[in-house]
C-alpha cells in the first residue's frame, strides 16, 4: 500500500533545513508531495532518521516571494538524499508550488481534493 498522500511533483527549489542539534544545511527539493519530501545535500551523512527538522524555503506567490517553513522528520537517508515526512497537511504548500495544477489529488481514507488555479 503507498503511504504517499498525493502525488510527487518533481521541483529543484533551494531549501534550508534546520536540523534539531545540528543547525542549518543547504539543500535542493527533489520532489514534494502532500505528505513529504525528499532532498539532495552533501551534509546528509551528519543526520540520522527520526531527527526532527524544519524545512524552509522561498516560493513565489503571484509576483510576491513567501518564505515557507515546514515541520517534519527524517524518514530516509540514501546516498546525499533525505526522505522527509511532514508533520502537517501539506495541500496549500504543494498548490503554491505548482499553480497550474488543475486536477484531483486521491488521498487515502480523506476523499478527494479538487486543486484549481484561483489566479
Same mark, same amino acid.
Given at each position: $500500500?503507498?503511504?504517499? +498522500? ?18 542549518? $544545511? #543547504?539543500?535542493? !527539493? ?29 516560493? +513565489? ?6 518564505? +515557507? ?10 546516498? #546525499? !538524499?533525505?526522505?522527509? $515526512?511532514? +508533520?502537517?497537511? $501539506? ?29
Amino acid at each position: $500500500m503507498n503511504h504517499r +498522500m498525493g502525488k510527487r511533483i518533481e521541483t529543484t527549489h533551494p531549501v534550508v533545513l534546520d536540523v534539531s542539534g545540528l543547525g542549518r $544545511m #543547504e539543500g535542493r !527539493l527533489k520532489n514534494i508531495s502532500l505528505s513529504g519530501a525528499a532532498v539532495v545535500c552533501e551534509d546528509v551523512h551528519l543526520l540520522d532518521t527520526y531527527l526532527p527538522l524544519n524545512l524552509s524555503f522561498q516560493i +513565489m506567490d503571484g509576483r510576491q516571494t513567501s518564505d +515557507m517553513i515546514v515541520e517534519g522528520f527524517v524518514v530516509r537517508l540514501k546516498g #546525499e !538524499l533525505i526522505g522527509i $515526512m511532514f +508533520m502537517q497537511d $501539506m495541500i496549500g504548500l504543494v498548490q503554491r508550488l505548482r499553480p497550474d495544477v488543475e486536477e484531483k489529488w486521491p488521498r487515502e481514507g480523506f476523499g478527494d481534493y479538487v486543486y484549481s488555479n484561483s489566479h
